[in-house]
């Protein structure tokens, strides 16, 4: 007999997933409701009218795709690209790259330009590549995870709008942890994910459009058959389940049936979102931002070295440089193992190089901060680590003592 499911109870400061908000859990117990309930409809209209704040937009479209972020990035790329658009992608972590392979596989034509780990493009070459490439649509990552940087992109932005270039951002980690202007940036289709710093499960991707990308996706919509013949479509959109033209239509007046909405994760997310509202967008960035300094004043205290250009660090992620000669999985090991304490190696070159220390939602906190400092400096000092010990905690308790 398989025994009742019993899951410890973590520490996560990982990049995502992180810990889930309790009022989000509880909600996720309601009792479901069948997807054509007009109750049901009218949380779904709730879950809208709640991510435009967030999004800082004033789009009439945010809605949620079923699926984890990368659901949602791909409903967007293949929603807009058609076979032999091009689309021009600025990589600067693993992120940018899955943006490339998401493009590529729906047909585009993709240039990649490149950017040193640990650091962000110049605005300025960005938009020299466009003018050079002259792309239908530009993709960026805001929060790029697996480096711990975050571009700056209004000016980018503004440049798509003023040359008639679709400009598509991955919000997936800052949205809600970090500003992200959807609307005066110049964003035309932003995507985010529920698991990061909005402290919902992972299982959906909240995106938002302007009305050039409903127009786009107006001009592809194909319903399916076994509803109608009649509406066929030359363009329709290659993928069915993240055919956001027929997602549009399911979230909208008509409710066309498109998938069984997931009842519980529209539960989640609401109260993801109404948590969101009730802390306040600048609240929120601004609790980020000082456990952010808690955790870095700690980490400096204890010796050890922060990875990245630090004047365009994300606040809701830290890279810490691995000492020589310490086995960096061994650390986390002891981390997970002893201590109920999560945090992240990283991937390509960085793989065993750097560890990723999460910074977001619920997990965004002293209890959380402190925890992990005390855990880590006794982690590395048992693997053998030299490093100032008794040193992170005081710095950090100093520093949240005096803000
Ligand atoms: C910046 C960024 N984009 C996209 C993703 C993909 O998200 P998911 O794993 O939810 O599909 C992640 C996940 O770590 C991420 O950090």
Known sequence: M???????IRTIMTPGPVEAEPRVLRAMSTPILGQYDPEFFALMQDVTDLLKMPFQTDNEWALAVDGTARAGLEA?????????DKVLVPAFGRFGYLMAELAQRAGAQVKIIEQEWGTIFDPKTVIDEIKAYNPKMLIMVHGETSTGQMQDLKEIGLFCKENDVLFMVDAVATFTGADFQTDAWGVDIAVAGTQKCLSVPTGMAP????DKVEKILASRYQVELGLTKDVRND??????????SQIQQYWGPKHINHHTEM??????LREGLR????????????RHRKHEKAMMTGLNAMGLTLFGDMSSKMPTVTCVN??????????????LHHYGVEIASSFGSLAGKIWRIGNMGFSSRKENVLHTLNALEASITFHGGKIAKGEAAQAALKFYNEN
Do not use: W
């Open 2 to 8: 398989v025994k009742e499911l019993q899951a410890s």
């Open 235 to 244: 363009r329709f959109i290659s993928s069915n389940y993240l055919d956001l």
């Open 322 to 335: 691995i000492p020589e000669g310490l086995d960096g999985e061994a650390v986390r090991a002891t981390l």
């Open 275 to 286: 948590i969101v509202h009730e802390e306040g967008l600048e609240n929120r960035f601004a």
């Open 263 to 268: 009842t519980s994760m529209i539960y989640a």
């Open 207 to 210: 995106v938002t459009y302007n």
């Open 76 to 84: 967007a790329v293949c929603g807009i690209i058609e076979h032999g």
